[in-house]
């Protein structure tokens, strides 16, 4: 029986298309004759230097074309990408290649600060762009053999070894696996209009799970994706124009940004050519939503609920995304959603529960780690999410919190999203957290973070006014600070952690 693979479509599109292009990197591009062909080479490169089936290859690259190709090569030989955040250190990433087992690493000049030294003790050290360690990228493939291995997969066998942001404790490697993904660019392609010929963006860093797979999944499916380098709006703006870009990937700090840009350029960008957002990796809060939606009257917005290790497990679709604005939808193709409350029974619809997922998606457990696996994944298959939501009447999934940001003040029990989402929709307000800090008297107290919009001031007291008329007393924040920036990890999502021990003392 044929199994699924990451590098299937590469070498389908490869026979059907192969004069068209499948990357753009700046003035660099790909046919899919030349990602089929430099993708065999690299395949031919991790096998010379004896890397197996089922072994790792460790990857540090920012989001530029070579990423496309190590993928695919790595699958044609069986290798499991270990993809290394640009933005860690030495040290994290030696870690990271150690835990891993990885016998190789693939790195750009750019991050050369952050490649360990032992990485010249593996078995294969490439270079792109650097002199000083590895053996040259460009130089090697040149001298790689042209053939396609043939590498015989097991669909349930991990492409990747995708290490999770570490908000918790130290990071876990989530496998995620070939079935996993192809079926997930699968559904990219129905959901978010991905196909042949469709031109998409390389926005989310693609060492990070959802960056990877929404870039990915443009020329496995026989598009196009366009390599933004690193976040910067008028950037994105301009490649849309120029490229004609048709669907893309956020994440909900990247509309902000570009609701600033846009209000402020005096430039009018041709953006005629969108026809999907879809969004991930935080709630979209309403009133930025409403804006993406007033500004893009011809897009379909999409906003999805899913996790590294999870996959995609909600979408809310454009036919309802303002009728059910806040909600995260229903469960994504073939998947399963289970809210339980403390003693796993199933809850009532209005009433809040742990949300469990089962899937295709899911993946097949952390590297090494049964007691973390089995703490994630029931007996039955349901993966936790760790998140509190609740369902409505019509089946919708509303994310109340996640459950270790609960604030218990004085007994009662304060959900920080039902506070931010009113402070959201306050004058003023650009982006706003809302945490629990030690108290002596309560327990905790509701602390509110704000970050004001671009040349404007808030003020507190209407800001305090604004929630004590919505919500009950307890919930009204006692801790109020104006910041300038929320603390993120790398997915863009906010460090709540940082803010508690920052301000907790």
Known sequence: MAQMNIASGIREFAISTPHATAVIDEDRRLTFAELDDRSNRVAGLLMDAGLTAGSRVAVLLGNQLEYMEVAAGAAKAGVAMVPLNPRGTAAEHASLITRS??????????????????????????????QDWGRPYDKALAGSRATDPRVEVDETSPFCVQYTSGTTGQPKGALLTHRSRVLTMFGCAVDFGLGPGKRTAAVAPMALGAGFAFAYAGPFM?????????????????????????????????????RQVMEQSPRKYDLSSLETFYFNAAALPVPLKEWVMETFPHVGVHELYGSTEAGVVTNLRPADALRKAGSVGHPWFMTEVRLLDDEGREVPP?????????????????????????????????????????????????????????????????????????????????????????DEKWGEAVGAFIVPREGRTVDLGELEASVRARLAGYKTPKVWKVVDALPRNSNGKILKRVLRDTYGK
């Open 101 to 130: 087992g990885a016998r190789g690493l693939i790195a750009d000049a750019a991050f050369e600060a952050n490649v360990p030294e032992l990485a010249e003790d593996l078995p294969l050290a490439l270079s792109l762009g650097s």
């Open 222 to 258: 026989g598009g196009q994706t366009s390599m933004l380098h690193r976040w910067d709006p008028e950037r994105l703006l301009h490649m849309i124009e120029r490229d004609r870009l048709q669907t893309v990937f956020l994440v909900p700090t990247h509309a902000q940004t570009m």
């Open 350 to 438: 209005g009433e809040p529960g742990e949300l469990f997922g089962r899937s295709p998606y899911t993946m097949a457990g952390y590297l090494d780690d049964p007691e973390a696996t089995a703490r994630a994944i029931r007996p039955d298959g349901f993966l936790t999410s760790g998140d509190v939501a609740v369902r409505d009447e019509e089946g919708f999934i509303t994310i109340v919190d996640r459950k270790k940001d609960l604030i218990i003040s004085g007994a009662a029990n304060v959900y920080p999203r039902e506070v931010e989402d009113v402070l959201l929709g306050c004058d003023g307000v650009s982006e706003v957290a809302v945490v629990g800090l030690p």
